[in-house]
T-cell receptor, first 114, second 112 residues
Framework: DAMVIQNPRYQVTQFGKPVTLSCSQT?????MYWYQQKSSQAPKLLFH???????NEADTPDNFQSRRPNTSFCFLDIRSPGLGDAAMYLC?????????????FGPGTRLLVL | AQTVTQSQPEMSVQEAETVTLSCTYD???????LFWYKQPPSRQMILVIR??????QNATENRFSVNFQKAAKSFSLKISDSQLGDTAMYFC?????????FGDGTTLTVKP
């Protein structure tokens, strides 16, 4: 089935140790999103790619970077994780145009920072 | 920039009854999409219902329907015949040309 896949599902890292989260999609959607979600809160948009165009939210810390090497894959790099970065990270995709911009979410990666 | 406001942090409803979740938004765009997403305790976010702003007819999906008032910038979700499986956090969201904004969410508990 077409879907949004996130790896790993759980990631434990040490304070300050770089970590990379990955997202892949088989939907051929032109937009990919990264959200940070803390418990019982709304997802906070970090950035999104519209095709190759990178869009960074104004309040996304510099500690967070992203790469989209091709249509199917998108990566979230956290250069020096702090305790406050422990959260669920959600990847989503959508199609602008015929797709009606519905977002399809992956299952998320839960990040724990020790 | 657009904003989405959900004024009800928590709500509860008895099984089989009807409940309405509120959402208001603000935008200067004329064409956009509005959504209600559901996030159960498993944290998997799924679409409940979608409304195109250019359509006057309110969207419906089985037990779920919306009341879309474009002039008032209001987009409420009605859940009929509530079921225990409807217990979740519900997010109202706005999208336009790839830009996305979520409300703070409403936690809905369906009581047996």
């Amino acid at each position: 089935d077409a879907m949004v896949i996130q790896n790993p599902r759980y990631q434990v890292t040490q304070f300050g140790k770089p970590v990379t989260l990955s997202c892949s999609q088989t939907l051929n959607h032109n937009v990919m999103y990264w959200y940070q979600q803390k418990s019982s809160q709304a997802p906070k948009l970090l950035f999104h790619y519209y095709d190759k165009d990178f869009n960074n939210e104004a309040d996304t810390p510099d500690n967070f970077q992203s790469r989209r090497p091709n249509t199917s894959f998108c990566f979230l790099d956290i250069r020096s994780p702090g305790l406050g970065d422990a959260a669920m990270y959600l990847c989503a995709t959508s199609r602008v145009g015929a797709g009606g911009e519905t977002q399809y979410f992956g299952p998320g990666t839960r990040l724990l920072v020790l | 920039a657009q904003t989405v406001t959900q004024s009800q942090p928590e709500m509860s409803v008895q099984e089989a009854e009807t409940v309405t979740l509120s959402c208001t938004y603000d935008t200067s765009e004329s064409n956009y999409y509005l959504f209600w997403y559901k996030q159960p305790p498993s944290r998997q976010m799924i679409l409940v219902i979608r409304q195109e702003a250019y359509k006057q007819q309110n969207a419906t999906e089985n037990r779920f329907s919306v009341n879309f008032q474009k002039a008032a910038k209001s987009f409420s979700l009605k859940i009929s015949d509530s079921q225990l499986g409807d217990t979740a956090m519900y997010f109202c969201a706005f999208a336009n040309a790839g830009k996305s904004t979520f409300g703070d969410g409403t936690t809905l508990t369906v009581k047996p």
